[in-house]
């Protein structure tokens, strides 16, 4: 066969098996032309036997000709005479990019580059395929390479397979031996048959390895190689793992590793007055987390968190000291004022708390489209903005302009950690697991379902996995680093946003594929359609869509896609990336210089370059020369991030004001930013249109967009709402909800005044006497227990001008009263009269003998 410049495969010869693809069996002597499908080319062709095999620019394979074994791969296993008039397709997953394609006797092996994975199929007599069998297969399935391993190149021998994996190794499996006794074309050191992968190359063995001095005894895996013993005991710190090893038999020189011995921590609680005994100390390996205690109690007074050096802790940092935590309590009473009035009733009496607002405090904040979390120093997470879609987790869909806690946390349960997605939120429970509610259209929660959830729900973990490490949610889909290493997604996947290789939604966790070098994932991003990673190696991964150039690969064509992880390019002078983060449809990330890159859309100049033009490949943003950035924060369309020298620069779109540039101007590339004169910020969290800022003393401010009362400050929740200027978040908040007096509710309120933060009411009319009041109140929605007061009812009386009533006219209780009031009046004059009299206007001098 032959293939023309016009695109058209020409063939001739013997013709048994079809591989001729005329519709017959019959040789032909002259050329015969295999035309490809209307309005493509061929681009490549190659034969095996009785096959014939084509590329086409289509993105697709064809074969034709003889299929005893199933070697055209569409999952058809035909008889010995099988004839194909006309090519046939193989049947290779959706977005597989084919570019190597080899053929053994009646076995292929193609090998994509954009998923770094081999596909096999055919003849199996020999374990050739691969898949651990001698069952032949009619349709194309990867080839599993060894653990940690994924294929960078593969080919086909005759009745044998091999592969150069991303550890530098060549791997091999098939036939390893012949009819006369002799073989070794595996190059594995043995003549055995192999039905899965082996390394090609000499014989490894480790003799003696010696951890901080101390020889330490070992086995070795006879397939994996790997060698594997237990530690002596041994101080806290770094040491020396000396390892002795041979190949083929030769003493090769040493290898120096490092090990690091761990200590141990204490953890201690302090009540700080409570009764009764604290929570047992913990005990904590050296970069571990303490774990939530029970929550103390102390009657009258509220548990609002555990503290140390005067913040409150999380439990979700690692443990590098032995540290005691204080409990925090705030104790709440309420006044009454006036506390007595007139039988009449229609008194209005001002009802105090102190103190007006909780002394609990956010730890971790973050932030969503238009919605806001935070975690309270007593392990509840708080929300407010947004809450169409039950982002806040208050069991409605009612948006809320001040922090309000979230419900139905399990049992036990205290949080951890927040991560607020677009229309999502997310948390780390102590308990660790992670819990997940809001918009659930695509499954992008993570609990096996599509039902929006108003309050917490568990997310589905794989087997295997305790954890997950990192949760970072898109759009309509969520991915996450579990504590095996392994990369995990669920949600929408139309985009290959997955990165499993398919397009199909998964309701429950999928598995990222792992490109070739990396052995695991450091962290994850979604954005909207595509998402972004980075290996242990420092590279930059992504998948999903490319409409914009979003992916930052060579390999993608820009509005195409890519099912799987492919290498970001990195700018000349950049070897690795620091952070890489997905944004709505275009990326973020920052060099191992310190300076930030970005490609991508560019409709509102969120790029940073001073255009609007789209950039399919990395390049540095117009930042200063010289200054350098740790973090950049973006979450739609714009982007913030403070610079090594303390100054916040600022790009895109700030139709919101949330730029902080006190105007609702889009610059065209970054410029220094000052949303607060006076303030310095350590921290920027920034939505789709409002910003939220945390300054040295840790205080929270917020400016932008408030249309749904994202920034907290109780003064938004219209449509047009915003604010140019940062604004204070308000604490959580305390509320009155009902008052009883004497068990029944006022003539009117309890009604909230803001110009003295207090409740008022109007009381009815009521016989004379003290009676109880009852404050029913609630911090951030969360009932508390009724304070009990009291109230007293009397009689208003106005004495009459003299001469006015007849004293006859007096009687009863009012004749009493007057003469109580002359008995008092004379009492006064006769005490008066006495003391001129001691100061010497004619009274005697004492008699000391009385």
């Known amino acids: 066969m032959a293939l023309g410049n016009n695109g058209i495969i020409y063939a001739w010869g013997l013709n048994y098996g079809g591989q001729l693809c005329t519709g017959d ?34 993105g697709k394979l064809y074969t034709w000709g003889g299929n005893q074994y199933g070697q055209f791969g569409n999952g058809i296993v035909g008889g010995s005479n099988v004839t194909q008039p006309t090519p046939n397709t193989i049947s290779l997953p959706a977005g597989v990019h084919i570019t190597q394609l080899t053929f053994g006797c009646f076995h292929t092996i193609a090998f994509s580059d954009n998923n770094r994975t081999a596909y096999t199929w055919g003849f199996n007599g020999y374990g050739q395929l691969g898949d651990g069998t001698t069952t032949n297969n009619p ?6 390479a060894p653990a940690g391993v994924t294929f960078i190149s593969a080919f086909t021998g005759f009745y044998s397979s091999f592969a150069i994996g991303s550890d ?31 390394r090609v190359g000499g014989v490894i063995n480790i003799t003696k390895v010696t951890i901080g ?48 011995y761990l200590d141990t921590f204490t953890v201690s609680f302090d009540l700080d007055g409570a009764p009764g005994s604290p929570p047992v100390t913990q005990s904590v390996l050296e970069g571990s987390k303490a774990t939530w205690p029970t929550t103390p109690t102390w009657g009258g007074k509220l548990f609002t968190g555990w503290y140390v050096d005067g913040k409150p802790y999380t439990f979700n940092e690692p443990v590098t000291r032995s540290i005691t935590l204080t409990a925090h309590w705030e104790q709440y009473t309420f006044s009454l004022n006036p506390s007595s009035g007139s039988t009449a009733g229609g008194t209005t009496v001002a009802i105090t708390p102190n ?161 070739a070098g990396v052995f695991h994932f450091t962290s994850v991003s979604a954005g909207s359609s595509h998402s972004l990673a980075i290996g242990d190696n420092g590279l930059a991964y992504a998948w999903g869509s490319n409409q914009y150039g979003q992916l930052g690969s060579v390999l993608i064509t820009v509005g195409d896609k890519s099912l799987v992880p492919v290498e970001v390019q990195l700018p000349v002078g950049l070897s690795k990336f620091k952070q890489a983060t997905a944004s709505v449809d275009w990326s973020i990330g920052i060099g191992d210089n310190g300076r930030i890159i970005t490609w991508g859309y560019n409709g509102d100049y969120e790029l940073g370059n001073g255009t609007m033009s789209n950039q399919s490949l990395p390049a540095e943003a117009l930042l200063p020369a010289g200054l350098t950035f740790t973090q950049v924060n973006t979450n739609s369309d714009s982007a913030m991030s403070i610079a090594s020298n303390g100054q916040i620069y600022a790009w895109g779109y700030n139709g919101a004001g949330q730029l902080g540039t006190g105007s609702q101007t889009t610059p065209t590339s970054p410029i220094t930013v000052n949303p607060k004169p006076g303030t310095t910020f350590t921290k920027l969290i920034t939505g789709w249109k409002h910003t939220i800022g945390i300054d040295t003393s840790g205080n929270i401010h917020a400016w932008g967009d408030n249309a749904s009362g994202q920034l907290g400050d109780n003064q938004g929740g219209s449509p047009g709402d915003h604010s140019l200027t940062p604004v204070s978040l308000i604490p959580v908040r305390l509320n009155i909800t009902g008052v009883t007096v004497d068990g029944l509710t006022p003539q ?8 003295d933060s207090t409740w008022k009411i109007t009381t009815r009319p009521h016989a004379e006497g003290t009676v109880p009041v009852s404050i029913a109140w609630s911090l951030a929605g969360v009932p508390q227990t009724n304070y009990p007061l009291t109230y007293t009812y009397g009689t208003s009386r106005t004495l009459p001008a003299a001469g006015t009533i007849p004293l006859h006219r007096l009687s009863g209780s009012s004749l009493l009263a007057i003469s109580i009031i002359t008995a008092v009046s004379l009492t006064g004059h006769h005490l008066s009269k006495a003391r001129k009299r001691e100061q010497g206007q004619g009274s005697p001098r004492p008699n000391h003998s009385n």
């Open 355 to 515: 103190p007006k607002q909780s002394a609990i405090q956010f730890s971790q904040i973050s932030v969503g489209w238009y919605h806001t979390l935070g975690l309270g120093s007593d392990g509840r997470i708080y929300a407010w903005g947004r809450n169409d879609a039950g982002q806040l987790g208050d069991n409605t869909t009612d948006n809320h302009v001040v922090p309000m806690v979230v419900k139905n946390t399990p049992t036990g349960v205290k949080y951890r950690q927040v991560v607020a997605g677009p229309n999502t939120s997310f948390a780390l429970g102590s308990d660790n697991r992670w819990y997940a509610w809001g918009a659930n259209t695509s499954g992008q929660l993570g609990n096996g379902n599509t039902t929006n959830q108003l309050t917490p729900v568990a997310i589905s973990m794989p087997a295997g996995v305790n954890t997950y490490t990192q949760v970072s949610p898109g759009e309509n889909h969520t991915l996450a680093l579990g504590d095996d290493g392994i990369a995990y997604a669920w949600g929408a996947n139309t985009n290959g946003q997955l990165g499993n290789n398919t397009t199909v939604n998964s309701l429950s966790p999928v598995k990222v594929q792992i490109p």
């Open 213 to 260: 001095g101390r020889v330490t005894t070992g086995t070795v895996n006879a397939v994996s190689g790997i060698w594997s013993g237990i530690t002596l005991p041994h101080a806290p710190g770094d040491v020396d793992v000396v390892v002795e090893w041979t190949l083929n038999g030769a003493p090769q020189p040493s290898e120096t590793l490092k090990y690091r």
């Open 748 to 755: 009117t309120g309890p009604t909230y005044d803001p110009g």
């Open 139 to 144: 349709t194309p399935k990867p080839i599993q």
């Open 25 to 58: 069996t019959l040789f032909r002597s002259s050329a015969v032309a295999i035309n490809p499908p209307v309005g493509y080319k061929f681009t490549h062709v190659d034969a095996e036997d009785w096959t014939g095999f084509a590329q086409c620019t289509n």
């Open 168 to 198: 530098g190794n060549t791997y091999s499996w098939g036939q390893n031996d012949t009819n006369d006794g002799k073989g070794g074309m595996l190059g594995d050191g043995t003549t055995i048959q192999r039905n899965t992968p082996v």
